[in-house]
């Protein structure tokens, strides 16, 4: 019996990098992708949708690489309803050893005006789409965009054309996070009984999180008969994000009494690639999250502190080693060496080559000189500090700031540009702001500030700051991080890392023709 026709078992269909990189800013590069999905694979998730690989050459390159590395996970490509692309998205997953193609159209009012397509034609689109994909792989999963806004009628109706067409698993997307728990529980329950074919395939469920109600709708789904849950790391994904991955598998197994379903995930994992996936997506992870926020297992209330003291189970319902939360220790001497360094960064589930090891090596000694105390998580925020060594086009120098009291702020700062070193003095309303405007003028350009914000990696008024700054330039979207214990340098780093990220995607992309551009409603 295969792992999907157990009738305890629900699939664990990831989608971080696709709908989660998606979401603007959260752009990862090559090597972050194929990390990514090395964890996703070892963490036992049974999907892995890779990408779009007609969106971009890098796309396309990305899916087809991590489809040749995996090794247990299904790994999955999407394509509109499209030959061009169905062809696409086959040639990048015919690799993997369990390959699978996603192909999709909007099917409610407002999604089938889009293409111009009577619902006649679009039901022949369908037949015709799915049978192509058929044609090449044996496992094929269709998606009615914004079905839970489609006409039942026709929701029915196009359903069973691509179960007819050959489609082995049927995911129903959520796409603007509309619907509710008891509607989403019975629409799956209504289309299971009453689609002709419905219980040869497995439905999967597939929602956003507009109105915080993501995991709740897709735990209800399975309890209406989906058998795959489509999520994300930390809810990474466009607007409010998708379902959690982290939500789920832990809501599964915590009221496993209500909800006797069971994922393949180790659950164990989750904290690593919650971690990584909001270093490398820029995306940090909101305190008060549940399951992987800073502040998920902290109790600071001196109420809750006696009754943990007493009793864990008094406050706790599950341990935060269930989700491989170890304390965050006193991390190592200041002399201790690179293999030490080497050995906690793989304890916290950091592989970093050798180039990135002598940067982070030469940052933690610094820090250490400055900070009496360094925590696992400094560790993790200077991984991220410093993970695209191999792309700075412009590097910090020095910065000193004269600010405060009475005046405007002074920044001077000494950067390298593409190997040769200039400076700036600006004034600015602020530290940050003259910082800024120093590296524009050293480096002049029209990137738009986004997003820019700070929050401490630890306590103490010694805690490394970590920085965010997301920049708009020609539709293009890049965001950058850095750490440090001074919060002007920081944000000066953070700055000039998303300018390093914006020059690399210049560089692959003309104005316009930024993956994003690609028209999601072109069927044609
Ligand atoms: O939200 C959505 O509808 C999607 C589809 C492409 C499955 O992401
Ligand atoms: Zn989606």
Redesign the pocket.
């Known amino acids: 019996m295969t792992a999907s026709s157990e009738k305890d078992r629900v699939l664990i269909f990831d ?1 971080t990098l ?2 989660g990189e ?1 979401s603007p800013g959260a752009t990862m590069t090559h090597t972050e992708k194929l990390e990514i999905a090395g964890l996703l694979d070892e963490m036992g998730v049974d999907i892995i949708e890779a990408g779009f690989p007609i969106a971009s050459e890098g796309d396309f390159k990305a899916v087809s690489e991590i489809a040749r590395n995996a090794q247990n996970a299904v790994i999955c490509g ?1 394509a509109r309803a499209s030959f061009t692309d169905i062809d696409r998205c086959w040639d990048a997953v015919r690799h993997a050893r369990r390959p699978r193609i ?1 192909t ?1 159209i ?1 099917t409610s009012p407002l999604h089938r005006a889009i293409p111009n397509l009577t619902m006649d034609e679009m039901a022949d689109r369908i037949h015709e789409t799915v049978s192509h994909a058929r044609n090449l792989c044996d496992n094929v999963q269709w ?1 009615p ?3 839970t806004r489609t006409e039942w009628d026709y929701l029915c109706r196009v359903v069973e054309i691509a179960i007819r067409a050959g489609a082995t698993t049927i ?1 129903i ?4 996070g509309y619907t509710a728990p008891a509607e989403s529980a019975d629409l799956i329950r209504r289309l299971i009984a009453e689609v002709p074919g419905a219980g040869d395939v497995v439905f999967a469920t ?1 929602c ?1 999180n507009d109105l915080g109600m993501a995991t709740a709708n897709a735990l209800a789904a399975v309890a209406g008969g989906a058998r795959q849950i ?1 999520c994300t790391i930390n809810g990474l994904g466009e607007r409010a994000g ?1 379902t959690a991955l982290e939500e789920v598998v832990m809501a599964l197994k915590v009221r496993h009494d209500i909800m006797p379903w069971k994922t393949g995930v180790d659950a164990s994992k989750i904290m690593n690639i919650s971690r990584r996936v909001a270093t490398v997506s820029g995306f940090p992870v909101q305190f008060n999250k549940a399951i992987v926020g800073k502040n998920a297992f902290a109790h600071e209330s001196g109420i809750h502190q006696d009754g943990m003291l007493k009793n864990p189970e008094n406050f706790e319902i599950m341990r935060p080693e269930d989700v491989g939360l170890t304390e965050s220790n006193l991390v190592m001497g200041k002399h201790s060496g690179r293999a030490a360094l080497r050995d906690k960064l793989r304890q916290l589930g950091f592989e970093v080559g050798d180039n990135h090891l002598k940067d982070l090596f030469v940052r933690y000694k610094e820090l250490a000189d400055r900070k009496k105390e360094v925590y696992d998580d400094d560790l993790v925020a200077l991984v991220g500090a410093t993970s695209e060594a191999e792309n700075e086009h412009l590097q910090l120098v020095s910065l000193k700031v004269v600010c405060g009291t009475g005046g405007p702020a002074e920044a001077m700062l000494e950067m390298e540009v593409e190997g040769r070193e200039a400076s700036a003095t600006e004034q600015g309303d602020g530290p940050v702001d003259a910082s800024f405007k120093a590296v524009r003028a050293i480096y002049p350009n029209n990137a738009r500030l986004q997003l820019y914000q700070v929050s401490a990696v630890t306590e103490g008024t010694d805690a490394q700051a970590t920085v965010t700054v997301r920049l708009e330039e020609d539709g293009r979207i890049v965001t950058g991080t850095s750490a440090d214990t001074d919060t002007v340098v920081a944000s000066a780093r953070a700055y000039i890392h998303a300018l390093n990220r914006l020059i690399v995607r210049r560089a692959k992309t003309g104005p316009g023709e930024d993956r994003r551009e690609i028209n ?1 409603k072109d069927v044609s």
Do not use: I, K, Y
């Open positions: 989608t696709r709908d998606q999407l996603h999709f909007g998606s965009m914004d079905a995911n997307p959520d796409t603007v597939h956003h489509e998708n999601w």
